[in-house]
């Protein structure tokens, strides 16, 4: 069992930045692939960005391409996510993931899930 733990989230002004963590709680022997998804009001849960076991393949929702940047961090299945020019759009409960298996933008095939960080872009 995988437990994550997600920081990082808060209020922020339109074009601001932040930076969200998410490490695991306890000890971890399996390298997994990461992923950040998020979820507004009334919305489904919706894919953001994924990085691969070695951190070597990274992929991102069209919708914060070149905005967002996900890294692995130097202690196993540390990942950040690094959010850049944030627009009232992306405010949500920022989830992060993990599965030995995948790094697919669908949600239903990550296996473990921290508790979110609520991120919100507001004047």
């Known amino acids: 069992q995988v437990q994550l733990v997600e920081s990082g989230g808060g209020l922020v002004q339109p074009g601001g930045s932040l930076t969200l963590s998410c490490v695991p709680s306890?000890?971890?022997?399996?390298?997994?692939?990461m992923g950040w998804f998020r979820q507004a009001p009334g919305k489904e849960r919706e894919f953001v960005a994924a990085?691969?076991?070695?951190?070597?393949?990274?992929s991102y929702a069209t919708s914060v391409k070149g905005r967002f940047t996900i890294s692995r961090g130097n202690v196993k299945n540390t990942v950040y996510l690094q959010m850049n020019n944030l627009e009232p759009e992306d405010t949500a409960v920022y989830y992060c993931?993990?599965?030995?298996?995948?790094?697919?933008?669908?949600?239903?095939?990550?296996?473990?899930w921290g508790q979110g960080t609520q991120v919100t872009v507001s004047p």
């Open positions: 993931s993990a599965d030995i298996a995948t790094m697919s933008s669908r949600p239903d095939e990550y296996r473990y």
């Open positions: 990085v691969s076991q070695s951190g070597t393949r990274t």
């Open positions: 306890g000890r971890v022997f399996v390298t997994y692939n």
